[in-house]
């Protein structure tokens, strides 16, 4: 069972805004930095944002994030077909001393 | 272009050793971290162990009884060991690199491992 929880599914309609919650505690998300993770289907995870708000070269404006407290948000504006995957959040936690994934999220466009 | 490619065995006997190798090209692995990642089919994603370029590593506590990861620096390669394999290591297993011990930056495209006599 994952530290981090996330919602198992998610749904939105093409150009509508969808946000995708990541819950904690205080040894993780409360004390560290967040990560998101987008896993196309068939493929290999590839980072989505990092340090709970900075985007790799490449990733859309579209892709946001934002955390608060012992939780995240990974958010996404202007939905498109292709953004249809699975979503990960992680964090480094104290008590692991390693890093936590969430269970993931299942984004369908519909 | 930076590229990871993970290779080794697809199938593993049960308590047999499971050994994967992470070749890395168009790039160094030199003051970088290397993580190993895996999923279980149709699960998420579980955090195997770090190795740093000067050959510190860090395990997940559930499998740091069983796991070894190391680096070759010569070669460019991360090799991973997972001793006394049952059915539940079955999985994909991924290598990455980043600049940071928080976040995978570079992700290789997986290898999938079977555990199975």
């Known amino acids: 069972q994952s530290v981090l929880t996330q919602p198992p599914s998610a749904s939105g309609t093409p150009g509508q805004r969808v946000t995708i919650s990541c819950s904690g505690s205080?040894?993780?998300?409360?004390?560290?930095?967040v990560n998101w993770y987008q896993q196309l289907p068939g493929t290999a995870p590839k980072l989505l944002l990092y340090t709970n708000n900075q985007r790799p070269s490449g990733v859309p404006d579209r892709f946001s994030g934002s955390k608060s407290g012992t939780s995240a948000s990974l958010a996404i504006s202007g939905l498109q077909s292709e953004d249809e995957a699975d979503y990960y959040c992680?964090?480094?936690?104290?008590?692991?001393?390693?890093?936590?994934f969430g269970g993931g999220t299942k984004l369908t466009v519909l | 272009q930076v590229q990871l490619q993970e290779s080794g065995p697809g199938l593993v006997k049960p308590s047999e050793t499971l050994s994967l190798t992470c070749s890395v090209s168009?790039?160094?692995?030199?003051?970088?971290?290397c993580h190993w990642i895996r999923q279980p089919p149709g699960k998420g994603l579980e955090w195997i162990g770090y190795?740093?370029?000067?050959?510190?590593?860090n395990y997940n506590p559930s499998l740091q009884s069983r796991v070894t990861i190391s680096l070759d620096t010569s070669k460019n390669q991360i090799s991973l060991k997972l001793s006394s394999v049952t059915a539940a290591d079955t999985a994909v297993y991924y290598c990455a690199r980043s600049p940071s011990l928080y976040y995978a930056q570079i992700w290789g495209q997986g290898t999938m491992v079977t555990v199975s006599s």
């Open positions: 205080s040894s993780n998300i409360g004390s560290n930095t």
């Open positions: 992680a964090a480094w936690d104290d008590s692991l001393n390693g890093w936590m």
């Open positions: 168009g790039g160094s692995i030199n003051t970088y971290y």
């Open positions: 190795v740093y370029y000067i050959g510190s590593t």
